[in-house]
């Protein structure tokens, strides 16, 4: 009986110390499933906390963006209405331009040179002066037989901007290839089939690249029946005019020119050494003959061979000039400020002493970028190709007959 005895309090006791064992292991798992109840709970509370904060940021939120946005609409709306103001103000400044700046000078062809004489010869007695000026009149009425000149700008369209701030391009008379003088030199020339191929274009790809023999200066140039005249002028050097044959790609004749090596003709643009300019008469050369000189003098030249066959003292004054073109034997001088402002036409000069002050047109270019590198006239279509600080621009010209023709 007593190892029974001893094996039940064994037992017994075995089982009281198992039943301790789960009771505290049971009393742990309780704590700690408490603990994690607080911690959810905690993170409950954070949650709730950060949701409803995120709420409160998200309605502060709307509300700012919906003031930005009536703020910007309330902006839009005055910007609109700016621009409306600055528009009517630019058309009352046009109007009060027209009516109350001055004339437009139209000066006189006084003083002539003739071929080979680079300037005026010495008084040959009475006889000879009266038989000189006879023989002139009856010269000047065959310098030109257009009896056009420009009464206004009909419309303006910016093509697109492509190349260096100042440069040149124009278009052939006799044909619609353009051709692009981008900077102010070098040795290569752009052509374009079109003005819609040219507007399409990436930059000066796509074109065909003409490599000429020699650098051109100066935004001058110009192209005329096939030829393309340009400038040249190495340091120190002689101004030379040269003929390219863009047909068979060789230059078939130069000419020097007289101008001194340092005489730009436009003070606003001194790397215009000479500006070529092409009309439904022919070639003609606006030059400085020095830089003491004030005025711009222009010449007419024979497209063939490139001789001078009379030049004249336009008395446009060189200061402040940035362009000039020509148009049935009348050469419009372009002026503007050191500070681009309105470019505007405010010297004529007339071959043919047929346009009188009163009928000389005072006009302005609508404001654009800054100040006009070039003006190149097509005749055929009666509209100049402008370049204006790397904007290539064509401005449509309204024509009317001179008063005197």
Not at 234 to 251: H, P
Not at 358 to 380: I, Q, V
Request: charged share 25%.
């Amino acid at each position: 009986m007593k190892p029974v005895f001893v094996l039940l309090v064994s037992t017994a006791w075995t089982l009281t110390g198992a039943q301790h064992y789960y009771q505290g292991l049971m009393d742990y798992l309780e704590n700690r499933l408490l603990a994690i109840e607080d911690r959810m709970q905690l993170w409950h509370d954070q949650s709730h906390r950060y949701h409803t904060e995120m709420q409160d940021f998200k309605k502060l939120t709307t509300e700012a963006v919906d003031g930005l946005r009536r703020e910007h609409h309330s902006l839009f709306k005055d910007l609109e209405g700016a621009a409306a103001r600055v528009d009517r103000a630019e058309r009352e400044m046009d109007y009060v331009e027209m009516q109350t700046s001055p004339r437009a000078c139209a000066n006189m062809a006084d003083k002539v040179v003739e071929q080979g004489a680079w300037g005026l010869e010495e008084s040959r007695g009475e006889e000879e002066e009266e038989e000189e000026e006879g023989d002139w009149e009856e010269l000047q009425s065959r310098v030109s037989d257009c009896v056009e000149i420009i009464s206004g700008i009909r419309s303006v369209k910016i093509l697109k901007r492509v190349g260096s701030p100042k440069g040149m391009w124009t278009r052939d008379p006799r044909s619609s290839k353009i051709y692009v003088f981008n900077g102010t030199s070098g040795d290569s020339v752009y052509q374009f089939n079109s003005v819609r191929d040219f507007s399409r274009s990436a930059g000066v790809t796509g074109s065909r690249q003409i490599r000429l023999p020699s650098d051109w200066s100066g935004p001058g140039g110009a192209v005329y029946n096939g030829y393309l005249y340009y400038i040249k002028q190495e340091a120190d050097t002689d101004v030379q005019v040269v003929k390219y044959d863009l047909l068979s790609g060789t230059v078939t004749d130069s000419a020097m020119f007289p101008v001194e090596s340092h005489a730009t003709v436009y003070k606003l643009n001194p790397e215009t050494v000479a500006d070529l300019a092409a009309d439904a008469e022919g070639l003609w050369v606006l030059y400085a003959i020095s830089d003491s000189d004030p005025n711009i003098h222009l010449a007419k030249m024979d497209p063939t061979t490139l001789d001078i066959e009379q030049i004249w003292d336009t008395r446009c004054p060189r200061e402040s000039a940035e362009a000039a073109f020509v148009v049935c034997g009348t050469a419009y001088v372009v002026y503007n400020t050191r500070l681009a402002s309105r470019s505007r036409v405010q010297c004529v000069f007339d071959v043919n002493d047929m346009v009188i002050s009163e009928e000389a047109p005072l006009l302005y270019f609508p404001r654009r970028y800054g100040s006009h590198a070039s003006l190149k006239y097509n005749p055929e279509e009666k509209q100049l190709y402008g370049w204006d600080d790397g904007y290539q621009i064509i401005y449509r010209l309204t024509m009317k007959r001179k008063l005197l023709a």
